[in-house]
């Protein structure tokens, strides 16, 4: 079962100590320090849809690759930095570049475009029943994730993924 999303748009400080971290240990301490006394400006919870989301945007698929696409980029993104109980965290990151490109990408998706790609979803591969009430739930998470990557995108930040899985 999926638990809670939330991306933090990291400056150029955060950046520079993500690219240190060398441990599972460092990288969950990280972002417990970053989630504390964070300005609300620069985190964007997606609570449980995000899955949902990151399928609707790269072809119904639940890969955690990096794609030239930058729709599958969105939330996850390249290889999960998070390497210890499988599938316990997902947490991706994306560079300031990167992050204009999924701005400007997913900038364009309509409600009407998003619950097409919704409803595209294998219903064999996704652990809800495909809904109207769970696609209004999504789009709920997704139109502020959309304004929160353009934020995020003028001002020169790079995007960490932190998604939790509950067992």
């Avoid at 599972?24 to 972002?31: I, Y």
């Avoid at 690759?65 to 939330?75: G, K, T």
């Avoid at 997913?106 to 064999?124: N, Q």
Wanted: glycine share 4%; aromatic share 14%.
């Amino acid at each position: 079962m999926r638990g809670q999303g939330i991306h933090y748009a990291l400056d150029i400080v955060e950046r520079d100590v993500l690219d240190e971290i060398k441990s599972n240990r460092a990288l969950l301490s990280f972002t417990e320090l970053i989630m504390r006394g964070r300005d609300k400006k620069w985190y964007q919870e997606t609570d449980k849809a995000w899955e949902a989301i990151h399928r609707c945007l790269a072809d119904g698929t639940f890969d955690y690759r990096w794609s030239a696409d930058p729709l599958y980029n969105c939330i996850l993104s390249g290889d999960n930095l998070y390497d210890g109980q499988p599938e316990t965290y997902y947490v991706t990151h994306l560079t300031p570049p990167e992050v204009k490109e999924v701005a400007a990408a997913i900038e364009s998706i309509t409600k009407d475009e998003m619950r097409r790609r919704y409803f595209a979803i294998d219903p064999k591969d996704y652990e809800n029943a495909l809904s109207e009430s769970d696609f209004e739930y999504t789009w709920h998470w997704f139109v502020p994730l959309r304004a929160f990557f353009q934020r995020a995108a003028e001002n020169e930040r790079g995007m960490l993924f932190l998604g939790e899985l509950l067992h």
